[in-house]
């Protein structure tokens, strides 16, 4: 289980700030400056919205424009923007970069987090629909064949079946978000993990990660339910709903369950493994792609001199493609388990799902696993290896639609920039 990157995929200590790294930043002594150059209040903080987060270094100076830390006086001369000295236009040129910068961070980032929550959805609805459908005969393995049946949804059910339950994913994020950061509050389990990391305080960030996720996991059930549940005999539920299911899956009130209903301590171990194994994936590739790209822009700003426009670009979408692709791989790899996960929570809830090999009529859950043992081997020897794979085209559509948003996005503001310069 996994909220849509809730945090960021900030974990294991790495905010993705150049001045942490030794060589890029984090090595330097405070940069003195001329006085005709008041540069002490250029500092910006976007929006911590998920995709935003740590997209401004904090300095005026470009990440990888300071050849040396022996030169600490040579900075200035390496400004990102034009305009910016001690003169009286060049104050109002800085102040309207100064605006364009926040623009620029907050519209970057909210462009990431409505592809991830928004435009992706369906292809979430599709993907889960088609992982507990253990009747399907077509797997959807490939984007073509998930297109098409998107299209005879929306013909069928309207475009409301596609966008089903996606209040409940936020809810579920901020069920994540809050309990994480109480409990990191009241305890000392810490929320972020520092450079200099020990194993004992990587074990305590793991344990806060896996105790959120306990928490969070009957409101994931809820939310489950709702995205694969079938428009034409759903309900017109409140977007509250998927807190009372959640609650009233602990204290075992509600909506009745079948005897095939597994206990929430049986889903307690595949829920935080799923969970802990996703952000793991998600950091280390996050972290190893982010310092790569650094690296690469580093080297590029050593060459030659760069524009304001590449060094503004420099600044934001190394860490939104970095996010990217921890997401994407962690997906991808995990996706047999995340199949098993969902059998198992959505077992016993007598939820009706829409035929995903016609595109219409409904189907009922009715699997009998025992666990996550016996639901791997059924699926293995039923289904065959590809059985885990069901839905899968819909990944490749929703991180393809993803990748596209963020090359518009860089286009736009390329433009942005050039002409404000």
């Not at 059910?157 to 309990?179: C, E, Y």
């Not at 990587?202 to 059930?221: R, V």
Request: a neutral charge.
């Amino acid at each position: 289980m996994h909220p849509r990157r809730p945090d960021g995929f900030d974990g294991l200590g790495y905010r993705g700030g150049a001045r942490d790294e030794q060589g890029f930043g984090g090595a330097f002594p405070a940069r003195s400056f001329s006085s005709g150059s008041d540069l002490g209040h250029w500092v910006t903080t976007p929006p911590d919205i998920p995709g935003s987060r740590n997209l401004h270094w904090g300095e005026k100076s470009p990440p990888f424009g300071v050849p040396s830390a022996s030169t600490p006086h040579e900075v200035p001369a390496e400004e990102p923007f034009p305009g910016t000295g001690g003169g009286g236009g060049g104050g109002v040129q800085g102040q309207s970069s100064e605006q364009l910068n926040r623009f620029a961070g907050f519209g970057i980032g909210l462009a990431s987090l409505f592809t991830e929550n928004v435009l992706a959805h369906p292809c979430i609805v599709l993907r889960r629909q088609c992982q507990v459908n253990y009747h399907a005969r077509h797997y959807h393995l490939t984007p073509f064949t998930v297109i098409n049946i998107m299209y005879s949804f929306n013909k069928t059910q309207g475009p409301r079946a596609l966008w089903k339950g996606m209040g409940s994913t936020f809810i579920v994020q901020g069920v994540t978000l809050g309990a994480e950061g109480i409990i990191s509050e009241f305890t000392p389990l810490p929320r972020e993990v520092s450079h200099k990391w020990s194993p004992k305080q990587i074990g305590e960030h793991l344990l806060l990660k896996s105790l959120t996720y306990i928490i969070a996991m009957p409101f994931y059930s809820a939310s489950l339910i709702e995205t694969v549940q079938s428009e034409i005999i759903r309900d017109n539920t409140g977007i509250l709903e998927c807190i009372k299911e959640g609650i009233g899956r602990v204290i075992g009130l509600g909506v009745p369950h079948s005897k095939r209903l597994l206990p929430l301590l049986s889903l307690v171990f595949p829920t935080v493994l799923h969970g802990i194994l996703h952000y793991i994936i998600s950091s280390i590739v996050q972290k190893f792609v982010l310092l790569i790209l650094k690296r690469k822009t580093y080297n590029s700003h050593l060459v030659e001199n760069t524009s304001p426009v590449q060094n503004m670009l420099d600044a934001y979408f190394p860490e939104l493609i970095a996010n990217f692709a921890a997401s994407l791989c962690s997906d991808v790899i995990l996706y047999p388990l995340e199949t098993v996960l969902h059998r198992l929570h959505i077992q016993g809830t007598r939820t009706i799902i829409d035929n995903t090999d016609l595109g219409y009529e409904v189907l009922p859950i009715n699997t009998q696993y025992e666990g996550m043992r016996d639901c791997i081997n059924t699926i293995r020897q039923e289904e065959g290896v590809l059985g885990f794979y069901k839905g899968f085209g819909a990944v490749i559509i929703q991180y393809t639609l993803h990748a596209a948003v963020l090359q518009i996005t860089k286009i736009i503001y390329s433009t942005l920039l050039q002409n404000s310069v």
